[in-house]
């Protein structure tokens, strides 16, 4: 699976747009690309998957360059309930997905009023 | 749906005693994982099961764990003889093979005095 590097934490104010960015250098052209929040005292929770270009739901956007060796999450108009860990995952979907999911060791977003 | 269930949702021992964690899956899961979490090492996958059969156990840490799932509405993870050094969050997460989402449970936080 490849490997991921994010920043280890990041600070935020109430009302801004926040981005983690994390580098996959050795991506596989059958990985996709996925994002899991996890609140204190939670489990991490699916919030975003892509495999290229842009893709939005109703609680982020995930923006993926061309050549697939990063990946950006963004988070409209943060809360202080955003407040969260961030892990960028990356793996094979589909029948080449053997169900393992790797955890680094996330972004520490803190958001403040 | 409940979700994944974990109990008990958090447990005290001492040193030496054997601990049992339980985890019912999401109806209609054939995936099932083990997970635990420390500062220090993160998030770490131990076992996981496809249809109530193991798959990969490369994660388990030694042989005093053990994972077990009799049925597919079940799991049990057991540590024998516990130690301090076993003090973390252990999460189970399920998933449906026909889509690429875990789902955790709310975690059993474990403490060996």
């Known amino acids: 699976l490849a490997k991921t590097t994010q920043p280890i934490s990041m600070d935020s104010y109430e009302g801004q747009e926040v981005n983690i960015t994390c580098s996959h250098n050795?991506?596989?052209?059958?990985?996709?690309i996925t994002w899991y929040q996890q609140f204190p005292s939670q489990g991490p929770r699916f919030i975003i998957q892509?495999?290229?270009t842009k893709v939005t739901n109703e609680v982020a956007s995930l923006f993926i360059p061309a050549d697939r060796k990063s990946s950006t999450l963004s988070l409209p108009r943060v809360s202080l309930s955003d407040t969260a860990v961030y892990y960028c995952?990356?793996?094979?979907?589909?029948?080449?997905?053997?169900?393992?999911?790797?955890f680094g060791q996330g972004t520490t977003l803190q958001v403040k009023p | 749906d409940a979700g994944v269930i974990q109990s008990p949702r958090h447990e005290v021992t001492e040193m030496g005693q054997e601990v049992t964690l339980r985890c019912k899956p999401i109806?209609?899961?054939?995936?099932l994982f083990w997970y635990r979490q420390t500062m220090m090492r993160g998030l770490e996958l131990l076992i996981y099961?496809?249809?109530?059969?193991?798959?990969?156990d490369s994660g388990m840490p030694e042989d005093r764990f053990s994972a077990k799932m009799p049925n597919a509405s079940f799991s049990t993870l057991k540590i024998q003889p516990s130690e301090p050094r076993d003090s973390a969050v252990y999460f189970c997460?399920?998933?449906?093979?026909?889509?690429?989402?875990?789902?955790f449970g709310p975690g059993t936080r474990l403490l060996v005095l």
């Open positions: 997460a399920s998933r449906d093979s026909d889509q690429e989402t875990q789902y």
């Open positions: 050795n991506i596989a052209t059958n990985d996709y």
């Open positions: 892509g495999y290229k």
């Open positions: 995952l990356v793996g094979p979907l589909g029948s080449s997905n053997t169900g393992k999911l790797i």
């Open positions: 109806s209609g899961h054939d995936y």
């Open positions: 099961f496809n249809n109530n059969v193991p798959i990969d």
